[in-house]
Nanobody, 118 residues
Framework: QVQLVESGGGLVQAGGSLRLSCAAS????????MAWYRRAPGKERELVAR???????NYADSVKGRFAISRDNTKNTVYLQMNSLKPEDTAVYYC????????????WGQGTQVTVSS
């Protein structure tokens, strides 16, 4: 019912910046929450950032102060601005979107690779 298209990943040097985007499309739906997860080599998937409305956000301690999540409701798009990137940020980043309210349903993006060189 809902498809997620991610973009913005790439290769950057430590200290650089990237901006990830995730656009949701499909039939009628209403997004109630959006988030970014990541899975680094040899590690389990972890929550990076979550936004439930235009002002309510949560961040992993490891990215707090460096990353910023935002959303554009008119475009059904969530962004992740990543600054001061570190090699340990290297991972596949996945967009996660929850749609609906009475019966919420979760959708995952295909993932976008972020590689930070040292």
């Amino acid at each position: 019912q809902v498809q997620l298209v991610e973009s913005g990943g790439g290769l950057v040097q430590a200290g650089g910046s990237l901006r990830l985007s995730c656009a949701a499309s499909g039939s009628r739906f209403s997004i109630n929450a959006m988030a970014w997860y990541r899975r680094a080599p040899g590690k389990e998937r972890e929550l990076v950032a979550r936004i439930t409305d235009s002002t309510t956000t949560n961040y992993a301690d490891s990215v707090k102060g460096r990353f910023a999540i935002s959303r554009d409701n008119t475009k059904n798009t969530v962004y992740l601005q990543m600054n001061s990137l570190k090699p340990e940020d290297t991972a596949v980043y996945y967009c996660h979107v929850v749609v609906g309210w009475s019966r919420p349903t979760a959708y995952w993006g295909q993932g976008t690779q972020v590689t930070v060189s040292s």
